[in-house]
């Protein structure tokens, strides 16, 4: 195999309550300068205002067809249906037709447990999007576009605050869903994972985990 492009894939969204999950897969040249986007690496560990300038510069880099890459995002009601892996699976495949990745030419890196269709050469990096920059660019553009729809959506569901905590469970976002109860969007084989407790003496309603 003449090893032509490298992809880097990761994903966003895997444990929030409520909203998709999104996976990033980015496609660059075997030899990519990794000089032409310094920075990247774990999402979680950049700033919100550099993960979005790293995404205005991963779309430059596009347009001069220096690199490609493709976020795909799958709702609740498939988690809730499928399970997590599935929906992530799912998104992953989305991906690669979007960029019409040819098996004999690439060669695919991925995140933590992560897989691509098995007549991919690939191999799956614990903690890759640290140390692989085509795994840390993907996570980066998973988590952009996962919180611009986030945001979005928050203005349609105003009580949920998805806008602050994108809908992980924070502490705020579990008493909303207990006094309002679920939207369309939350994922209802997580939230049942959680169970609410009521004080009396207080009259507060909060949360514990159910392990």
């Known amino acids: ?17 409520a909203g998709p999950v999104a996976v990033g897969v980015v496609k660059v040249p ?25 995404f205005r510069r991963a779309e430059d880099l596009r347009r001069h ?12 009601s498939v988690i809730d249906e499928k399970g997590i892996m599935c929906a992530i699976n799912l998104a992953i495949a989305r991906c690669i037709k979007r960029l019409e990745l040819d098996p004999t030419t690439c060669h695919i890196r991925l995140d933590g447990s992560l897989h691509a269709p098995e007549y991919f050469s690939q191999e799956t990096i614990i903690k890759g999007d640290v140390t692989e920059p085509a795994i840390g660019l993907a996570s980066i553009l ?31 976002h579990r008493q909303a869903i207990a006094t309002y109860g679920k939207c369309p969007i939350h994922r209802v084989s997580y939230c049942n ?19």
């Open 1 to 17: 195999m003449k090893l032509e492009w490298l992809i880097g894939i990761d994903e966003a969204g895997r444990g929030p309550l």
């Open 142 to 172: 998973a988590k952009v576009t996962r919180d611009k729809y986030m945001t979005r959506i928050a203005r349609r569901y105003t009580q949920y605050g998805f806008e602050q905590h994108m809908g992980y469970g924070t502490k705020a």
């Open 193 to 211: 994972n959680i169970k609410l407790l009521y004080n009396t003496k207080s009259s507060k309603i909060g949360f514990e985990d159910v392990l």
């Open 30 to 54: 075997a030899d990519f300068d990794w000089g032409l986007i310094p920075g990247v690496g774990d999402s979680k560990q950049i700033a919100a205002e550099k993960r979005v300038a790293l």
């Open 65 to 76: 067809r220096q690199l490609d890459f493709a976020v795909a995002m799958v709702g609740s």
